[in-house]
């Protein structure tokens, strides 16, 4: 109901997404970009679990589906999210450790990641193939 309401206001204010409406009135409730409430984002995270650093990204700010896309539109929108997240590396990290397969993590899109897991295979192998050719001349 609130996001809805503080949408339907945003889009009349023509992509404001500040709290004052055109009376000038100010709003109780502060949003961001997707008519999120700020105040109901903060979750707190448990500091010993493997993903607390999640608590510190970007997104906790956005509706999860942001970062699950279904066009280049969304990517675009998600990776800029992500462009100066504090967590950014650690994101993309956990996302290629897990082989987390579907969504933008670390700024990355799903096509991304693979590349990037692909390159490693292939430098791992080359790396494997130059040792056995050292061993062998040894
Ligand atoms: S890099 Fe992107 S997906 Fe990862 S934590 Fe930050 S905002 Fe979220």
Known sequence: MIKRANRSRND??????????????????????????????????????PTAWMSDGNCRLYPPAAFFPSDGVGVDRARKICKDCPVVSRCLDYALEERIEHGVWGGCSERERRRILKRR??????????????????
């Open 12 to 49: 009349r204010d023509n992509n404001d997404h500040g709290s004052h409406d055109h009376s000038g009135a100010v709003s109780a409730i502060e949003t961001n970009e997707f008519g999120r409430p700020i105040e109901l984002c903060a979750v707190e995270a448990d500091p010993d679990s």
């Open 121 to 138: 295979r292939d430098d791992a192998a080359r790396s494997g193939t130059d040792t056995g050719q050292l061993v062998a001349i040894v």
